[in-house]
């Protein structure tokens, strides 16, 4: 079955460089979530979209990350000015509905993309 | 920074026993959720608590949710290879925010 992607799985970049990471939630799933885990570390909530609006943006570390989610499905994780700090896996997750009192409405999640700065 | 507090950090047992982990919190949580993740993976749900006092089955899984809503305990009876990998104990912010712990490494020895 065709749960979340992430692409690239696995990124490499230079201080200072953009990178942009995707996610392909799962089809129909209205909300759509991304988490920042550092090595040996519980995921980090960035922002949260229902449909293509970023209802929440708290957790982003700084105005040099930015997502977006244009039509309501595919969204990307944009992050500017690179910095070694920056090195985590970021995950996507989504999931159907946006009540959190239905089991099967968990966050689904997706395998990451490990980002590297070197 | 993390707010939810899990121990032990790591755990080394034979295959076949019985494992006991828990997570802790200086806030309340409505909502306390288990979570699984192996190796280059994104975290699976395992089991989700919704009342304080709720305990929770999933096979050979077994969760509480604390009554004063601040703790979590997640147990594994008999455990396996396949049980291998990294718990974690999480709860809702909000409606959508979701909080994990540090997390648990289990490690079995065959």
């Known amino acids: 079955g065709a749960g979340v992607s992430q692409s690239p799985r696995y990124k490499v970049a230079k201080r200072g460089q953009d990178v942009a990471l995707r996610c392909d939630p799962i089809s129909g799933h209205v909300s759509l979530f991304w988490y920042q885990q550092a090595l040996g570390q519980g995921p980090e909530f960035l922002t949260y979209?229902?449909?293509?609006?970023?209802?929440?943006k708290s957790g982003l570390p700084s105005d040099r990350f930015f997502a977006e989610r244009p039509e309501g499905s595919v969204s990307t994780l944009k992050i500017q000015r690179t910095q070694q700090e920056d090195s985590a896996v970021y995950l996507c997750?989504?999931?159907?509905?946006?009540?959190?009192?239905?089991?099967?409405?968990?966050?689904?999640f997706g395998p990451g993309t490990r980002l590297t700065v070197l | 920074g993390q707010q939810l507090n899990q121990s032990p950090q790591s755990m080394f047992i034979q295959e076949g026993e019985d494992v006991s982990m828990n997570c802790t919190s200086s806030s309340i949580f409505n909502t306390w959720l288990w979570y699984k993740q192996d190796p280059g993976e994104g975290p699976v749900l395992l089991i989700a608590l919704y009342k304080a006092g709720e305990l929770t089955s999933n096979g050979r899984l077994t969760a509480q949710f604390g009554i004063t809503r601040k703790d979590s305990f997640l147990n594994i009876s008999a455990s396996i290879p396949s049980d291998v990998g990294i718990y974690f104990c999480a709860g809702f912010q909000g409606a959508q925010k979701l909080v994990f712990g540090q997390g648990t490494r289990l490690t079995i020895n065959p």
């Open positions: 997750a989504s999931s159907p509905r946006t009540s959190v009192k239905v089991w099967g409405n968990e966050q689904f």
């Open positions: 979209f229902q449909n293509e609006a970023q209802l929440d």
